[in-house]
């Protein structure tokens, strides 16, 4: 007696083509942002290696490769032999040690423009406890030519930050004085309590030398910076999770229970601006972030070899 088995149902494919193209064009987006400099290979990987299934992780390693400027199709095809990557392989689907060659690569060599070697302006923005003062950290110990701004704040030293370095910690009064003298490049009133603001003349000062200068700000001071430095390149840092941040923030315990609370809720507030800036970059782990943030200030040297 023949078995009944059920009927497979008809394939829709004009659903299935229009599917298809979406998925085309959508790809076809991430390697346009990467030529134009709007995204950078860096993050474009991260995405990948954090969802295998989405459009990033869709990229075969080949195109996304050939959308970054400098790189044509016979050095990318030198670069896969040399990095161990089959040409079939898609971004999501890399070995451990293959993304690791490929991150490797990315953090070695300039993406930005070409024939840009203007210093620049970068402003680091994100919610609280994201990790801006961790990357910035980073940066200043393994970055030597970044420029990093300090800041003068009249909030009292946490435990571990140094005068000079990690702030300027000023009292009103002083704090008064710099915004009347037309010191400050930009100033805040930050989380309803304490000012911050950045010194201007060491930041013309850098910029006039040819270093390029890290700003990292709140999200007022980066609106301020933007207004008057049309220039600037504003980078948003994004927690991999609001969970994650949750557990940054409580973990660190700095705040009250109470001033953790609101610091959410501001923290809600500020990731809804993140559309603002040019560029966003996860800080999923701080020297990942900071290599980020740093590629895109064009100090990064090509390898000779590639």
Known sequence: MAENRPTPPDVDRVAASRAAVAARRARAAVKAEIAAGKRTPLAVLSA????????????????????IPAIGVTKMRRIMTQLEI?????????????????????????????GSTDAHL?????????????VAGYIRENYPDVHLSVSATTRAPRPGEVE????????????????????????????????????????????AS???????????????VRAAMSEARMVFLLPPSW???VRRLIGRGTESPA????????????????????????????NVAAREVVDLMNLRKAPSLL
Do not use: C
């Not at 459009?55 to 075969?60: N, Y």
């Not at 009292?171 to 000012?195: I, K, Q």
């Open 210 to 224: 040819g270093h390029s200068v890290l700003l990292e700000i709140d999200l007022q001071g980066a609106r301020s």
């Open 164 to 207: 000079g370095k990690s702030y300027f910690f000023v009292s009103d009064a002083e704090f008064d004085r710099m915004v009347a003298s037309g010191e400050l490049l930009e100033w805040a009133v930050v989380h309803n309590a304490f000012r911050y603001g950045t010194p201007r003349e060491p930041v013309e000062q850098a910029l």
């Open 86 to 114: 089959s040409p079939s392989k898609r971004l999501g689907g890399l070995g451990k040690h293959q993304r690791d060659r490929l991150r490797e690569f990315l953090a070695n060599r300039t993406v930005s423009r070409r």
């Open 259 to 286: 001033e953790q609370a609101r610091r959410l809720e501001t923290a809600k507030l500020e990731l809804a601006a993140q559309d603002e800036f040019d560029f966003r970059v996860v800080n999923q782990e701080v």
């Open 48 to 67: 990948a290696i954090e969802h295998p299934d989405g459009v990033e992780g869709r990229l075969r390693a080949t195109e996304f490769l050939v959308s």
């Open 243 to 245: 969970d994650e941040l």
């Open 122 to 134: 970068v402003v680091l923005a994100g919610p609280t406890a994201v990790g801006k003062g961790a």
